[in-house]
Each structure stands twice: as C-alpha cells, then as structure tokens.
C-alpha cells in the first residue's frame, strides 16, 4: 500500500484588517495573480471582494504554512486558487477550503506530496 505525505496549513484573517486594501492597487497585485484579479474585479459589492481578498489572503497564508515555510520563501503567487462552476476553490497545488463568518475568514490546505 502505497504512503501518501499530507502537509495541513490553516489561517484566519480578521477582515477589517484588509478592509483598506480593497482599493489599494499593490498590494492587490502583490497577493493574486491576474486570474484571481480577474475573478476579484468582477465582483460589484465591496463585502464580497473583502471576503474574496481576504479568503484568498488566507489560502495563499495556509498553503506556505503547510509547505513548512511561510510567506517569504513561499510568495503570494506561488499560488492559484481559482473556483469551479459552483464557486468552490480549486487550484493544482492543493485542497482548499475557505469559509467566512462575521468578521473572520478561514481557509484550510491539504497538500498532497
């Protein structure tokens, strides 16, 4: 029976936090690649790019901590997390898992080596 290696990484992002960065140009360039700015830019209602960002901003935080790194040695957009046809995050580096809840959001990845 083969082994698999599974890496687990988790973040929770207090929202308000990135609520000022919504409108901020960089610092959108510096977290998603332009496939996730594509998916941000058409959303019309600011609550929902918050959680956008900020879910995205968790995921990209989880994966580098499953990878054993962080950000840094692991960049934002070393990783993709797009969605499929029923809004769920897909990406080719990992399971992802994001959830939103008042002023919180989390994400969960499981990276399969």
Same mark, same amino acid.
């Given at each position: 029976?083969?082994? $698999? %290696? $599974?890496?687990l @990484? ?7 936090r $990135?609520?000022?960065?919504? %409108? %901020? ?7 998603? *690649? ?8 058409? $959303?019309s209602?600011?609550r929902?790019?918050?959680e956008?960002?900020c879910g ?5 935080? #989880?994966?580098a901590? #499953?990878m054993?790194?962080g !950000? @840094? !040695? ?6 993709e997390?797009?969605?499929?046809e029923? @809004?769920?995050? !897909?990406? %080719?580096?990992g *399971? ?5 809840? @008042?002023?919180?959001?989390? #994400? ?6």
């Open positions: 029976m083969e082994h $698999l %290696n $599974l890496r @990484g988790t973040d929770l992002v207090f929202m308000p $990135l609520l000022d960065k919504l %409108n %901020n140009p960089s610092f959108i360039n510096k977290v998603l *690649t332009d496939k996730e700015q594509s998916l941000f830019e058409s $959303l209602l600011e929902h790019k918050l956008f960002l995205r901003f968790a995921c990209k935080e #989880a994966y901590k #499953a054993g790194t !950000i @840094g !040695i692991v960049d934002f957009k070393d990783v997390i797009l969605k499929n029923f @809004g769920a995050p !897909i990406s %080719n580096q *399971t992802f898992s994001i959830s939103h809840d @008042g002023d919180y959001a989390i #994400a969960v990845v499981i990276v399969h080596e």
